[in-house]
């Protein structure tokens, strides 16, 4: 369950904030911002809406569900008027972080789809994403990488995750379904070989 609390500010001075939990070896977590839960029990593969949160500068904080003694991780975030910002917890836990990404932040094609790709599975190596033709779309991406949006036909796609400059296709990913007008993110999360295994979330951004 989500604990999507609502501010009462000045909607003039709101940013719109989401969670995503990318750790594949960390437990659900409690999310508190300022000491306030925003955010409970989020587990692992799982993310908010966007939550409207005051302009400001928060500490945001993550406890193991339904606990609130050492956190797993505290960060410092800030929040812009009419930002629009997805935060994810990445990495292993005993590496943990927080990346805060900013999200509908391209000019937009009319009737494309915009997307990009980011690469949050903390074993993988550099990886391009291409289509099963072997059409490279982003090419050499890193862990925590992340690359431009770019505009494309909207149309169901099926798309391949393979080890930087080879054939070697670590995830095949289909239905990739994109409509004209909408931003997109492709999340690669899990692990290379190991459990949780390689998989892709795509997101649908912005407001």
Do not use: C, W
């Not at 969670?19 to 960390?26: E, L, R, Y």
């Not at 569900?65 to 812009?80: E, F, I, R």
Request: aromatic share 8%; charged share 15%; glycine share 6%.
């Amino acid at each position: 369950m989500y604990n999507n609390t609502k501010y009462r500010y000045n909607e003039n001075s709101m940013g719109y904030v989401r969670v995503i939990h990318t750790v594949p070896d960390a437990p659900n977590v409690d999310i508190y911002a300022n000491d306030k839960l925003i955010i409970n029990n989020l587990s692992y593969g799982d993310y908010t809406d966007y939550l409207d949160i005051p302009e400001g500068t928060y500490k945001i904080s993550l406890y193991v569900a339904g606990t609130k003694n050492s956190p797993v991780l505290a960060n410092m975030v800030t929040v812009n008027k009419n930002s629009i910002l997805t935060v994810a917890a990445v990495g292993t836990l005993s590496e943990i972080g927080l990346l805060a990404i900013t999200d509908a932040n391209s000019p937009k094609k009319t009737g494309q789809a915009m997307i990009r790709f980011l690469h949050l599975s903390p074993n993988a190596p550099a990886v391009d994403i291409t289509l099963p033709n072997g059409t490279v779309i982003f090419s050499n991406v890193s862990f925590k990488h992340i690359t431009p949006y770019i505009d494309v036909t909207p149309m169901n796609y099926t798309l391949q995750v393979r080890v930087a400059g080879t054939s070697n296709v670590v995830l095949t990913v289909p239905n990739v379904i994109l409509a004209a007008d909408k931003f997109y993110t492709v999340y690669a999360i899990g692990l290379a070989g190991e459990e949780p295994e390689l998989e892709a979330l795509l997101l649908l951004d912005g407001k």
